[in-house]
């Protein structure tokens, strides 16, 4: 069965550290892994990562994909407390369903 | 703003009943995708729309419906509803099929089953 899975759940920091956030995935025909943004509201888009390898940069956040390990990592450096929100990890299969882990909870301190 | 438009933002209604969620596509999009997030199931996939055609379901119930107009909106139907229906529905837009399109979400509907 494909899933992901996200890790950690939670996570507090202070402002100006680095964070990492990981997600592994279990799918029989991979398209794509993408990582979203929740604060209240929809989630927004961050990164669509589809090759290994390659790292994809906004700003203070960072994603690469390892295909061959079925996993993705999520970085942040110089928290600040906007970066506050649920982030989550998705794929899309074959089949064209997109499955979403649960999310990390990050949570910056002034 | 993402450029997804759903209407209601609110709907409150009893048990039993049917309710209708209305999503409008990004400009130009062709693909219209329905999610469910409820506290303690995450998000939840629920059916994919590319031009007018069905392409894939999740984890939709029967009491579920959805349709996409040739407008390209797209109509959510719970029918039905009971208590565990009350959730966020978020729906969602991208430009193709191809699985690897970036998806846009909506600001959600609060649906709250009484």
């Known amino acids: 069965e494909d899933k992901v899975v996200q890790s950690p759940l939670s996570l507090v920091v202070h402002e100006g550290d680095t964070v990492t956030l990981n997600c592994s995935y279990e799918?029989?025909?991979?398209?794509?892994l993408l990582w979203y943004k929740q604060e209240k509201k929809a989630p927004t888009f961050l990164f669509m990562l589809?090759?290994?390898?390659i790292e994809k940069k906004s700003g203070r956040l960072s994603s690469i994909l390892d295909k061959k390990e079925l996993f993705s990592i999520l970085n942040i450096t110089a928290t600040q407390t906007g970066d506050s929100a649920v982030y989550l990890c998705?794929?899309?299969?074959?089949?064209?369903?997109?499955?979403f882990g649960t999310g990390t909870r990050l949570k910056v301190l002034a | 703003d993402s450029g997804v438009t759903q209407t209601p933002k609110h709907l409150i209604t009893a048990t039993g009943q049917r309710v209708t969620l209305r999503c409008s596509p990004r400009?130009?999009?062709?693909?219209v995708y329905w999610y469910q997030q409820s506290l303690d199931q995450g998000l939840q996939f629920l059916i994919q729309?590319?031009?007018?055609?069905?392409?894939a379901k999740g984890n939709i119930l029967e009491r579920f419906s959805a349709q996409q107009f040739p407008d390209l909106h797209s109509e959510l139907n719970l029918s039905s509803l009971e208590l565990g229906d009350s959730a966020l529905y978020f729906c969602?837009?991208?430009?193709?099929?191809?699985?690897?399109?970036?998806?846009?979400f909506g600001p959600g509907t609060r649906l709250t089953v009484l």
């Open positions: 589809t090759s290994s390898g």
């Open positions: 799918v029989t025909n991979f398209r794509s």
């Open positions: 969602a837009s991208s430009a193709w099929d191809s699985g690897a399109d970036t998806q846009y």
């Open positions: 729309y590319y031009n007018g055609e069905e392409r």
């Open positions: 998705a794929f899309s299969s074959g089949t064209y369903k997109y499955i």
């Open positions: 400009s130009g999009d062709l693909s």
